[in-house]
């Protein structure tokens, strides 16, 4: 077994949970991340002047959370961000999905990435658990049954990064009411080829 499997399979075995980025498919840092967190930028510019939350419907490893936390920092109104996900893993797709035996494999590797692994993320990311717990709402579960967590507080950012398509359309039909006027909805997978690793 190579060096760095060995490692991997020790840290994993001592912690309980791999490491984040250790991933052996998933990038850790691309071009792609840092260009899409310039892009958070100038979202969340244009809904300065407006109040309301930001939501993230898919939470994945924690990097656009990471993302979110950090830009919001910045400025001066201290937004609260939600994070719904099921934190296990995608449910089962539907026919819209258009399903393959490689995707559903690609797809298998989130099961790994729930709370836990998430907040390890955020901490090792520079977030304090004082910050995390002060300005970020987990909601836990299968979204749509999961939407009730919700405080229904106005939103002046929706980010919808749910890859498949009966979550999205849910989370949509049921957040848009709270997006305000001016508030933007983004929606990570529009006019793109489908995620697969
Ligand atoms: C591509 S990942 C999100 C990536 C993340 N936004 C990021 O920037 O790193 C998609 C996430 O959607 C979640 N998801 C998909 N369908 C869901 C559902 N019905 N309810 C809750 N979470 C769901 C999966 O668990 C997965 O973590």
Same mark, same amino acid.
């Given at each position: 077994m190579a !060096?760095? =499997?060995?490692l991997k399979t020790a840290v994993k075995a001592i912690l309980g949970y791999p490491l984040p980025g250790h991933s052996d498919t998933l990038p850790a840092i691309s071009q792609a991340n840092t260009l899409r967190t310039v892009y958070f930028r100038e979202c969340l510019r @244009?809904?300065?002047g407006l109040d309301g939350a930001v939501v993230e419907c898919g939470v994945g490893?924690?990097?656009?959370l990471c993302n979110w936390a950090a830009l919001t920092s910045l400025d001066s109104k201290q937004r609260l961000i939600w994070?719904?996900?099921s934190f296990e893993g995608f449910p089962k797709f539907s026919k819209e999905d258009e399903a393959s035996e490689e995707r559903e494999a690609s797809y298998s590797q989130y099961k790994q990435f729930n709370l836990l692994y998430v907040l390890n993320v955020m901490r090792t990311f520079? /977030? =304090?658990?004082? +910050?995390?717990?002060r300005r970020i709402c987990f909601a836990k579960g299968f979204i749509p049954a999961? /939407?009730?967590l919700y405080d229904k507080s106005p939103i002046a950012l929706l980010h919808l990064d749910l890859d498949?398509? +009966?979550?999205? @359309? +849910?989370? /949509?039909? !049921? !957040?848009w009411e709270f997006v305000v006027p001016g508030g933007i909805v983004m929606f990570d997978e529009y006019n793109k080829a489908l995620d697969v690793f």
């Open positions: !060096f760095t =499997t060995r @244009k809904v300065a490893q924690g990097y656009g994070a719904f996900d520079g /977030l =304090t658990t004082t +910050e995390i717990d999961s /939407l009730g498949i398509y +009966e979550p999205y @359309k +849910e989370a /949509l039909n !049921f !957040f």
